[in-house]
């Protein structure tokens, strides 16, 4: 059984293509990447812009197809050999960070009045 579409849906669906057929080569022309011409037509469309997706779960799914397409391209313009290369700046400087970002949000979080038995439940 086919599931029948709105007009509102439709409308939702021409707008998130247009606003990607649009912004994309504005940002190439810039010098940036389509990922980020994608991420400004979301907001520019979205709940805190034009408002035509005023509730994040008209969308959701969407965008759970996005972050998978983004990492298959990541996936697919990533070469073994280079990878290999950043292993130690990927994994030394990114354990670093994590545990940098944690302490920052834990001790802003004891700030705030908030017991450090909360945090890890």
Same mark, same amino acid.
């Given at each position: 059984m086919?599931?029948e579409?709105?007009?509102s849906?439709?409308?939702?669906? *021409?707008?998130?293509?247009?606003?990607?057929v649009?912004?994309?080569p504005i940002f190439? @022309?810039?010098?940036?990447?389509s990922?980020l011409?994608?991420l400004?037509?979301g *907001?520019?469309?979205?709940?805190?812009?034009?408002?035509?997706?005023?509730?994040?779960?008209?969308?959701?799914?969407?965008?759970e =197809?996005g972050v998978?397409?983004?990492?298959?391209i990541?996936g =697919?313009?990533?070469?073994p050999s @280079?990878?290999?290369?950043?292993r @130690?700046?990927?994994?030394g400087?990114?354990?670093l960070?994590?545990?940098?970002?944690a302490?920052l949000?834990?001790?802003?979080g004891?700030?705030?009045?908030?017991?450090?038995a909360?945090?890890?439940v």
């Open positions: 086919a599931a579409a709105s007009g849906d439709l409308i939702q669906v *021409v707008a998130l293509l247009a606003a990607g649009v912004a994309v190439k @022309r810039m010098g940036l990447g990922i011409g994608y400004a037509a *907001v520019v469309i979205g709940p805190f812009g034009l408002g035509i997706f005023s509730e994040s779960e008209a969308i959701l799914h969407v965008a =197809l998978v397409m983004f990492l298959f990541i =697919l313009e990533m070469q @280079r990878l290999w290369g950043l @130690r700046e990927i994994f400087l990114g354990a960070q994590v545990g940098v970002c302490a949000l834990t001790s802003v004891l700030a705030g009045g908030f017991p450090i909360q945090s890890f």
